[in-house]
């Protein structure tokens, strides 16, 4: 897969799409609290006019700078209901029925935005639920070399740069604006991340879409602009535990991928692309995550090459047999993460008090590979100016009876 399956040039459409956007902001210390009864909005397209009511927000406390966070509720008519705050994008809760059709909150957070800024959640920096960015992943010894000059980013892992660094996307407070679109109820983010901004250069506009859809899946779009070449990775960090239990290690897994990323100790790939098969990282067929996790020193935290890569294409399935929900991801993108919440170690508290332990979540973040800008021979990562970055992902939740 190359760059050009990700990043396009601007059309005259889609520039004046970007700027609609873009211009989308709303002030983020709003804290009046909207009924979804109260506004309602009509948005018509080429096949059909639809009228859904709006989003509800209210506020989900301050900042330790003092800034005001909302978090914003997405409903459909299945009565499928996810929370997003303007805090780093962050999905907070997501529910979802069960085999009987009770709902139930599958992903990890915090009950306000504090939760998110407390010293224990920054030491261990688990990301919940967060917008990763501007480099999904880690960069080897925080530098890559892009058109002949060396760039230093900020090291927040060893001596590796994760996650965008030490203030990525995830610790912003991002622009919002709640909407209706003809597929469901939707959120638009926008963040201005500036030239020299932990260290990427040029300065990107990243716009990202959440739509909750009347299929039952959270669909979120990614978009992004630059004035000067830079690597891009974006994604999003939700740990999901698809039983409310204390962990996940039950779940069957199946991802579509015949390779996967081989890394160093540091989680850094070495560049071999290597076959799953007959390994425990072959999730062609379904495994619980319990079954062959102990052959993997450390557990799950590894980047799979997904067989398909035009269009959007199956990236895993998820079936949790308790309760009998699945879910279905699908992407635009080349690779996905999968990671089984080994380093969770029962010091965060999450909302109603839940202890967060070891594999209480596992995430799958779709992605282009880690590292990408010092591997040359993996998918292109760098954007350019007159490009548009453009990905997709699904998370589609249902029922096995």
């Not at 060396?150 to 965008?164: F, K, Q, R, S």
């Not at 830079?230 to 204390?246: E, Q």
């Amino acid at each position: 897969m190359t760059n050009l399956n990700r990043i396009g040039l601007l059309t005259s459409s889609a520039a004046s799409l970007v700027g609609l956007l873009a211009l989308a902001g709303c002030n983020p210390s709003a804290s009046t609290e909207k009924s979804a009864t109260d506004t309602t909005q009509t948005m018509t397209d080429s096949t059909n006019t639809t009228t859904t009511a709006a989003p509800t927000s209210a506020s989900f406390g301050k900042t330790t700078d003092g800034t005001e966070v909302q978090l914003f509720t997405l409903t459909n008519a299945h009565g499928l209901k996810v929370s997003i705050t303007n805090y780093g994008g962050t999905v907070a809760s997501l529910m979802v029925p069960d085999k009987a059709g009770k709902l139930g909150d599958v992903v990890l957070g915090f009950d306000n935005v504090s939760g998110y800024q407390s010293p224990a959640f920054l030491k261990s920096g688990p990301y919940f639920g967060a917008l990763i960015g501007r480099y999904g992943n880690r960069i080897a010894k925080g530098k890559f070399t892009l058109d002949g000059q060396e760039y230093t980013l900020a090291n927040n892992n060893g001596e590796n740069t994760l996650h965008g660094g030490k203030k990525g996307f995830d610790k912003v407070v991002w622009q919002a604006q709640p909407g209706t679109s003809a597929d469901g109820q939707m959120l638009t983010l926008t963040y201005r991340s500036k030239d020299g901004e932990e260290g990427y250069p040029g300065n990107l506009q990243v716009t990202v879409v959440y739509t909750l859809t009347s299929d039952d899946a959270l669909r979120i779009d990614y978009s992004a602009t630059t004035d000067k070449a830079t690597p891009v990775n974006l994604t999003n960090h939700a740990y999901f535990n698809l039983s409310g239990g204390k962990d996940v290690l039950g779940h069957q897994v199946t991802i579509p991928a015949d390779r996967y990323t081989v890394v160093d100790a540091g989680l850094i790939p070495t560049g071999e692309l290597r076959p799953v098969k007959g390994t425990p990282f072959d999730f062609t067929t379904p495994h619980t995550i319990s079954e062959r996790i102990g052959q993997v020193p450390g557990g799950y935290d590894h980047n799979w090459v997904l067989n398909e890569t035009s269009g959007m294409h199956a990236a895993a399935t998820v079936y949790e047999p308790t309760t009998g929900r699945t879910m279905e991801v699908r992407t635009t993108e080349p690779g996905v993460q999968f990671y089984t919440g080994n380093f969770l170690d029962g010091t965060l508290k999450g909302k109603g008090g839940q202890v967060y332990g070891q594999h209480a979540g596992f995430c799958l973040e779709t992605q282009h590979f880690p590292d990408s800008p010092n591997q040359p021979k993996f998918p292109s990562t760098i954007l350019k100016p007159g490009q548009t970055l453009h990905s997709t992902t699904t998370y589609k939740f249902g029922v096995r009876r």
